[in-house]
Nanobody
Framework: HVQLVESGGSSVQAGGSLRLSCTAS????????MAWFRQAPGSEREGVAA???????SYADSVKGRFTISEDNAKNTLYLQMNSLAPEDTAMYYC????????????????WGQGTQVTVS
């Protein structure tokens, strides 16, 4: 059974930075597509960034150049470095995993963390 636990969410001022972490147990990251999603109040959940089993990354247009997704396979941890944060980045951020070699649009993720709140003012 895969468990994902996010951490690192906080309240920051616009222009600031945060690094989110997602620690996985019960699975190994290097054999999965891993992703970060976010959901703001009253909005649909949206994909932010993804990294597949061979390290290829992809980003939503809204975060390109500001956010970086990475993983440490030795620690079984996924990261999201967020720079130049803006109020529109305020949301609950979720880590997700799916045992698939490649990430692709429409991939259904079966494993989710509980979320970590990011607030930018």
């Amino acid at each position: 059974h895969v468990q994902l636990v996010e951490s690192g969410g906080s309240s920051v001022q616009a222009g600031g930075s945060l690094r989110l972490s997602c620690t996985a147990s019960g699975s190994t990251l290097h054999s999965s597509c891993m992703a970060w999603f976010r959901q703001a109040p009253g909005s649909e959940r949206e994909g932010v960034a993804a990294i597949d089993a061979d390290g290829t990354t992809s980003y939503a247009d809204s975060v390109k150049g500001r956010f970086t997704i990475s993983e440490d396979n030795a620690k079984n941890t996924l990261y999201l470095q967020m720079n130049s944060l803006a109020p529109e980045d305020t949301a609950m951020y979720y880590c997700a995993a799916e045992p698939a070699k490649y990430c692709y649009t429409g991939l259904r993720f079966n494993y989710w963390g509980q979320g970590t709140q990011v607030t930018v003012s």
